[in-house]
C-alpha cells in the first residue's frame, strides 16, 4: 500500500458525459501528478500540481483539468468523454517535486470505461 | 510520448534464475526510476539511481546506470513466481519532475 489513495476504482461512464477523479496523497506530500495509462499510449504524464498550484503540464487534453485543494487532494476532471479517453487513471504523489525529481508513489488507478 | 525504451518486451523465465532488463533513453536525466506493475494494478516503486550514481542495489535487484550510452539495466536475481509482472523504466529530467515512462517488460517466472 502506497498510501496515496484514489476513487473510483471502476468507472463507466456514456460518451459525452463528465467525470471527476480524486486522488489523496501520502501524507506529507506536497506533489501530487496524474498519469493516463492506454493500450495504445502506454503511460503518460498529464498534469502536476504542487502544493496548490499548478507546476507541469504534459499531455493532457483541452477536456481534460484538474486542481489540487488546499488539503492537499486533488480531482481530475474528464469532460466530454470519448472512447478512446478509456484507460487507466494513475495519481502519483511525492513529497517535494521541486528541485531534483524525486519518488513518485501511485496509487491503485482508477479505470474509466467510456460506452 | 516515450523516453524510454525497454528490452526485451517480454522475457519468459524459470524460478532461480536471473532476469535483465534493460532502458535506453534519450535526452539527459535527473534520475532513473524502476517500478512494477502487476496486471491492471497500480504501479510500485522499485529503485531510484540518480545521474551521478552507477550502481545501485535492493535486495534481490541491481540497477546499473550507465550516463554516456543512456542506458539501465534492472537485474531480479533468483527470481520467483511472485516477480512476474510488467516492469518499466522512468526518466526524470531538466526543470520538470514528470515521469516519462518506456513501454515496459513483462516478464513471466514460470514456477
Known amino acids: 500500500d502506497s498510501g496515496v489513495t484514489q476513487t473510483p476504482k471502476h468507472l463507466i461512464t456514456a460518451t459525452g458525459q463528465r467525470v471527476t477523479l480524486r486522488c489523496s496523497p501520502r501524507?506529507?506530500?506536497?506533489?501530487v501528478y496524474w498519469y493516463q495509462q492506454s493500450l495504445d499510449q502506454g503511460l503518460q504524464f498529464l498534469i502536476q500540481?504542487?502544493?496548490?498550484?499548478?507546476?507541469a503540464k504534459g499531455n493532457i487534453l483541452e477536456r481534460f483539468s484538474a486542481q489540487q485543494f488546499p488539503d492537499l487532494h486533488s480531482e481530475l476532471n474528464l469532460s466530454s468523454l470519448e472512447l478512446g479517453d478509456s484507460a487507466l487513471y494513475f495519481c502519483?504523489?511525492?513529497?517535494?517535486?521541486?528541485?531534483?525529481?524525486?519518488?513518485?508513489?501511485f496509487g491503485p488507478g482508477t479505470r474509466l470505461t467510456v460506452l | 510520448s516515450q523516453q524510454g525504451e525497454e528490452d526485451p518486451q517480454a522475457l519468459s523465465i524459470q524460478e532461480g534464475e536471473n532476469a535483465t532488463m534493460n532502458c535506453s533513453y534519450k535526452?539527459?536525466?535527473?534520475?532513473l526510476q524502476w517500478y512494477r506493475q502487476n496486471s491492471g494494478r497500480g504501479l510500485v516503486h522499485l529503485i531510484l539511481?540518480?545521474?551521478?550514481?552507477r550502481e545501485k542495489h535492493s535486495g534481490r535487484l541491481r540497477v546499473t546506470l550507465d550516463t554516456s550510452k543512456k542506458s539501465s539495466s534492472l537485474l531480479i536475481t533468483a527470481s520467483r513466481a511472485a516477480d512476474t509482472a510488467s516492469y518499466f523504466c522512468?526518466?526524470?529530467?531538466?526543470?520538470?519532475?514528470?515521469?516519462?515512462f518506456g513501454k515496459g517488460t513483462l516478464l513471466t517466472v514460470n514456477p
Open positions: 539511481i540518480r545521474s551521478n550514481e
Open positions: 535526452t539527459s536525466i535527473n534520475n
Open positions: 500540481y504542487y502544493n496548490g498550484e499548478e507546476r
Open positions: 502519483a504523489s511525492s513529497v517535494v517535486g521541486t528541485g531534483i525529481a524525486d519518488t513518485q508513489y
Open positions: 501524507s506529507g506530500d506536497l506533489s
Open positions: 522512468a526518466t526524470a529530467g531538466g526543470s520538470n519532475y514528470k515521469l516519462t
